[in-house]
């Protein structure tokens, strides 16, 4: 499995969350402590928002602990939101288009999880993906394809209801296609989708085990992180429910039920 990060308040350097705590994003690529593996080699990215409505994206293959260009990009870029990712493949290439977030416009969308017996829906849920989305099809991994399949379900239409809708009929859509294909394995899904103003983060197993999710509120910040940063108390970190959507924007953070 993969660990990841999303960050939503006033604005600060990368490295705060991503080099720089105990249990930093990159200490997570080498030793994690609450995933499935504790070693997140099959490459990272950063996807970050300045001035611009679409979003910066640096992806690469190497493993973050061990990418000085990487810190240095950290040191540097100073944002109000943004999310990084270290992977660890669940079976698909290690390439740079395989690297996660994956952006469509203003969208960002990363992920931790699995679509269970991917082999067996791909083709048909590929099928599924608007043809003026297919073009953004860059990799082989079932996230991306997620993330496509969201424009399908209504992705971009409306307001914070829309991004939880398109999340919540995705998630049905893939369900579907794996009941239809006598998937063995299970969904599961947790994962960060924004639009630069707000952040949708969902936490889902259709067998009830999925990866874990944390969120912090402090000041004007909210973080939300698939294991706590820091070796203390120093956040007030909380457990994202499974079955349940965290919606932030601005100041205000609301979590719903994510019901399938």
């Known amino acids: 499995m993969c660990r990841w990060l999303a ?8 490295e705060t969350l991503v080099t ?3 249990n930093s994003l990159v200490q997570q690529s080498l ?8 070693t997140n080699g099959d490459g990272f990215g950063l996807g970050w928002y300045g001035e611009r409505d679409m979003p910066g994206v640096y992806r690469e293959t190497l493993p973050a602990w061990n990418d000085r260009n990487l810190r240095s990009l950290c040191q540097q870029i100073r944002s109000s939101l943004f999310f990084a990712h270290v992977r660890a493949s669940t079976g698909t290439a290690t390439t740079r288009a395989n690297c996660h977030p994956f952006v469509v416009g203003r969208w960002l969308f990363m992920h931790n999880g699995k679509i269970g017996n991917y082999e067996r829906v791909r083709r048909r849920l590929e099928l599924d993906v608007q043809d003026e989305h297919y073009g953004f099809r860059e990799g082989t991994t079932d996230s991306e394809l997620f993330f496509l399949l ?6 971009g239409n409306g307001q914070g209801a829309g991004i939880c809708d398109a999340l919540l009929r995705t998630t049905r859509r893939v369900l579907d296609a794996m009941e239809a294909a006598d998937a063995s394995e299970p969904l599961r899904l947790t994962a ?3 639009d630069g103003r707000r952040v949708a983060a969902v936490r889902y197993a259709s067998d009830n085990q999925p990866p874990t999710l944390y969120w912090a509120r402090s000041g004007d910040r909210t973080v939300i992180v698939s294991e706590p940063l820091d070796a203390g108390d120093s956040e007030p970190w909380q457990e994202v ?4 959507l965290l919606l932030a924007e601005g100041s205000d953070v609301e979590l719903r039920a994510f019901t399938v």
């Open 150 to 155: 969201m424009f399908a379900d209504g992705l």
């Open 241 to 244: 429910p499974n079955g349940h």
């Open 20 to 22: 720089e705590p105990a």
């Open 192 to 194: 960060a989708l924004t």
């Open 31 to 38: 030793h994690a402590q609450r995933g499935t593996v504790p």
């Open 7 to 14: 960050y939503l308040g006033a604005p600060r350097y990368l």
